[in-house]
């Protein structure tokens, strides 16, 4: 089984490849949704592929996040780096 950790770092570093132009710092809390977000729509979408392929691969599951609640700045799965990491990391249990 990943760790939720391993399953952060990994995120943080795609960050960090998809952001190559604009260097800032991606920690668990950087917003990837909503007003306050660290990344430009496109990017998310890029990450989003990327990790699609990521939980198919290591995880054998499915990713699904082109659902409406996925969107939703409130109870989001995308809200931050740490929401996703554990969305993904319950992946595995299924």
């Not at 909503?34 to 592929?49: A, F, H, Y």
């Not at 990521?54 to 995308?78: P, R």
């Amino acid at each position: 089984m990943i760790t939720k950790k391993k399953i952060s770092d990994f995120i943080i570093l795609q960050l960090k490849t998809i952001c190559k132009n604009d260097p800032q710092e991606f920690t668990e809390n950087t917003q990837l949704i909503g007003e306050q977000r660290s990344i430009k729509s496109v990017e998310l979408v890029d990450l989003l592929l990327c990790l699609e392929e990521y939980v198919e691969d290591n995880l054998k599951a499915k990713f699904d996040w082109s659902g409406d609640s996925a969107m939703s700045e409130g109870k989001s799965i995308l809200k931050n780096v740490d929401t996703l990491s554990a969305h993904i990391f319950e992946l595995q249990k299924k």
